[in-house]
């Protein structure tokens, strides 16, 4: 006999209204795709190399950066390379048509997340306790209500929000997951079809740069296969299997068994990994724990099983190589899956907890954001806009009209929307998600118009660009500037958005036939020396306090040297 933690009246079963879970999804993916630019280190080099990709400027299947070969993850950087060598065509913006198929692949993990735990709810072992004179949840409603739960749930969780919206290979890698967790959820209603995604997850999951977790996520779920009572489910262990073995032949030949132990090995690396798996994995997190404990009596039960396998597989990666946040990004389709079963078995003390925490914790945060945004336009309060001087002196705030009217509406639609939530549908499954989602979302929309312009210029390295163009300006079009052993990203902006031809190679001050050098100032502020080369300038990035390029002219058609210290 199966026993389920599970309490469900036909009233709780009621679904989100269509049209308002569209509208939140839509707020979710939108935000922060046009009017930015890429952001340094991981958006703006995958970005680098699309662009280099659909350029013809590197092979995409070897592709580099300033002529240095990359770790590349070639399905993400194809995908992107091809929407730019599509869209640039027709007028897009290269940035915006390298960022339209990831903000897609994000949709996607949206729907199949919402699809597997809609299965995964209709199974026998996930279904509510029948009463003794009805009334009870109708499995249709229950499993659609779960679903809505783990939709908000995913766009509840604090991790996603940034990574979510790169251009980066995690993003690939995070639709693999969710792919895979779909194949196991459906094999009764897809048959062969979900066993062939569940092949296609694995090698995609191997080939955009997390081999181990493909390998270890398809013997997992072989081992679930295997033991599972479910007569549709057992023979998909013969197609993950072999998923698995292809995965370990696609990441052998593409080099993508790339990670690198580090687990912590004293007190503050844990505190560390400790912080990062709080706010990263929050507020769902302990929502996945309360499923694990009271749905413990069928944690071998698919619905169960399957996402906190998936789940734990990625947390244990992430703490392997050292806490890794986009490795962690993996585990939030499984999180969000088993946060949704918690909301059964929740006390109405314990839902009226997670609301009254969201409530103050995203009005405090989206506070904080309007008081910026006034000091930024009025200059009262003075403290924020001074200390942001400080940093960026040369920051000069820019008002927007629209900005401010869409970030007035979606304030006003979060106070709705506590107004609705403590008014009505009090005993919806799905109630307890509903303040952390708008939430979240309130506050993106105000970072993507009232703080956008702000942020663009401390996270994107555009003004660093722009201030080096007077001092990079080629002698022709065939010339190029030689930046050995700079960092990636840097060489990314260089090319990406400066337009120049970069040799980054560590040899290229004297291997290369470059009019221009640029070397990364040390900490120190000392100009080195460079046989053949001659100091003439020193190009600070806005808001970097220590770093500095320091450019140099051949010898022998360079301009007068300025002082070291000159900026």
Not at 435 to 440: F, I, Q, S
Not at 443 to 464: A, F, I, K, Q
Not at 554 to 563: E, L, S
Request: hydrophobic share 55%.
């Amino acid at each position: 006999m199966i026993t389920t933690p599970a309490l469900v009246t036909r009233e709780a079963a009621q679904r989100l209204p269509r049209l308002a879970l569209w509208l939140m999804a839509a707020l979710y993916l939108l935000p922060g795709l046009v009017g930015r630019d890429p952001w340094r280190n991981a958006d703006l080099t995958a970005y680098g190399v699309m662009l280099a990709m659909a350029e013809g400027r590197t092979p995409w299947l070897a592709p580099a950066l300033g002529l240095v070969p990359i770790d590349a993850s070639w399905p993400a950087h194809a995908l992107g390379a091809a929407f730019i060598a599509a869209l640039t065509p027709l007028g897009v913006y290269a940035p915006l048509a390298a960022r339209v198929p990831f903000v897609l692949l994000l949709g996607a993990n949206m729907v199949l997340i919402w699809y597997a735990t809609y299965r995964l709810a209709r199974t026998e072992a996930a279904q509510p306790v029948p009463f003794a004179f009805g009334g009870e949840a109708p499995p249709k409603d229950y499993a659609r209500a779960l679903a809505d739960g783990a939709l908000l749930a995913f766009m509840a969780t604090l991790g996603l929000l940034q990574l979510g919206h790169e251009t980066t290979p995690e993003l690939m890698q995070l639709t693999s997951v969710s792919l895979l967790l779909w194949s196991l959820a459906m094999p009764a209603q897809r048959g062969w079809q979900a066993s062939a995604v569940a092949v296609l997850a694995l090698v995609l999951m191997a080939a955009s740069g997390a081999a181990e977790l493909a390998v270890a996520c398809g013997l997992a779920a072989a081992l679930v296969c295997m033991r599972s009572e479910d007569p549709a489910l057992a023979p998909m262990r013969w197609w993950v299997g072999a998923g698995t073995l292809i995965a370990t032949a696609v990441g052998t030949a593409l080099g993508t068994f790339r990670a690198n132990l580090d687990a912590p090995d004293h007190v503050g690396d844990l505190w560390q990994l400790v912080r990062l798996l709080a706010w990263f994995t929050w507020p769902i997190a302990p929502l996945a724990a309360i499923t694990l404990w009271r749905w413990r009596q069928q944690l071998l039960r698919r619905h169960v099983a399957v996402p906190a396998l998936l789940a734990i597989l990625a947390v244990l990666k992430a703490i392997a190589v050292g806490g890794s946040d986009r490795t962690l990004l993996l585990a939030l389709p499984g999180i969000a899956v088993l946060a949704a079963f918690a909301l059964p078995t929740l006390t109405r003390s314990g839902s009226a907890a997670v609301d009254w925490f969201s409530v103050f914790f995203c009005s405090g945060l989206a506070l904080a954001v309007w008081v910026v945004y006034l000091s930024f336009q009025t200059g009262w309060p003075a403290a924020p806009v001074r200390n942001a001087l400080a940093v960026a002196p040369d920051y000069q705030p820019v008002f927007q009209p629209l900005t401010l009217a869409l970030g007035l509406m979606a304030t006003a639609v979060w106070l709705w929307l506590v107004r609705w939530r403590t008014s009505r549908h009090r005993k919806a499954l799905w109630k307890s998600l509903v303040l952390p989602a708008g939430g979240v979302l309130l506050n993106w929309v105000l970072g993507m118009t009232l703080l956008l312009h702000p942020l663009d210029y401390t996270r994107s390295l555009t003004p660093w660009v722009e201030a080096l163009k007077p001092a990079l300006a080629p002698a022709s079009k065939q010339d190029c500037v030689a930046a050995p052993g700079m960092q990636i990203a840097y060489v990314a902006a260089l090319e990406a958005q400066g337009g120049w031809r970069v040799d980054a190679r560590p040899g290229a001050a004297f291997s290369s036939g470059c009019s221009t050098l640029v070397l990364t100032e040390g900490r120190d502020g000392v100009v080195p020396t460079v046989d053949g080369w001659a100091f003439t300038t020193r190009v600070r990035r806005p808001t970097e306090r220590y770093f500095a390029a320091l450019v140099y002219r051949r010898a022998n058609a360079a301009a007068p040297a300025r002082p070291a210290g000159a900026d």
